[in-house]
């Protein structure tokens, strides 16, 4: 059982590394830079409408075709402001002008508004925000960092914390981490998981120091720290989703073969965005001030 299970998202993993690799390497292109937001911007869609599933189990409703909208549009901000300096503010506008327009679309609610604008302002700060991340990171572009760089690190870290994770539980663990939410992740799986996180994280620390003209930096206790924090952070993020969808009584976000759902396959990365572009951007401001 855990050879088939294995072999199978190897397999979708291998296909999904693919397109992603493609969509991080062409992604400066003029043209082929508005494929990758708006390929951003639908994973964002999905995966809010996957949100909205577990919202109406609980006797929740939200908007949908608004919020979807909305999170799009948080998406879309986050690559105007990487990409235009004199739109550096978008995402904060972007933000407080969807809660005001959340609020106003509920004037006519008068029975469990306080329950359903919570559930859409949440679906945004949990899930629009971290995507649009996503595409600040990558198209953070300084004399000295190439934001591919780091969306690789993101994405290979937190993902190789997922599957040390998933095979270290599998083969060695015993003690649940937490049974309640998540049955299957035990202690010795996720500390599995935190060990392939720093060797990763010190592997792009090789990476850095062996090429002389590479646009990615770090030196290695910051390689060790971040692997740390990411490893940590990561599985974090994977049991938060845990406890949404045991709430609503379901095992996967969605049906996609293999995949499970588009937030089973992000909810790691949503909360080590944040930490990576937080860190790249003090990095990008100490820089300069230096």
Known sequence: ????DFTRRAVVSSISLATVTALIYFSLNVWFQYIVVAVVATLTGIAIW????FVKTKGGKTLLPAL???????????FLAARFFHSWSAPTFVFFIAFLLLIALHFKENNGAIVDLAASAFSL?????PMGILLGILYSQTATQDGRWWIAYLLVVTKI????AYVGGCL???RKLAPAISPGKTIEGALIGLICAILASIGFYCIGLSSGTLR????????LCLGLILGSVGQFGDLAESLLKRDANKKDSNTLPGLGGILDLMDSLLFNSFLVYYYITYYSVD????
């Open 216 to 223: 990615f930096h770090l030196n290695f206790t910051e390689a």
């Open 287 to 290: 820089l300069l001030r230096n």
């Open 125 to 129: 700060l949990y899930i629009a925000v």
């Open 50 to 53: 996957e949100y909205e599933q």
């Open 161 to 164: 914390t997922d599957m040390g």
């Open 172 to 174: 060695w663990g015993k």
């Open 68 to 78: 979807i909208t909305l999170g799009a549009l948080q998406v879309c901000s986050f």
């Open 1 to 4: 059982m855990f050879l088939k």
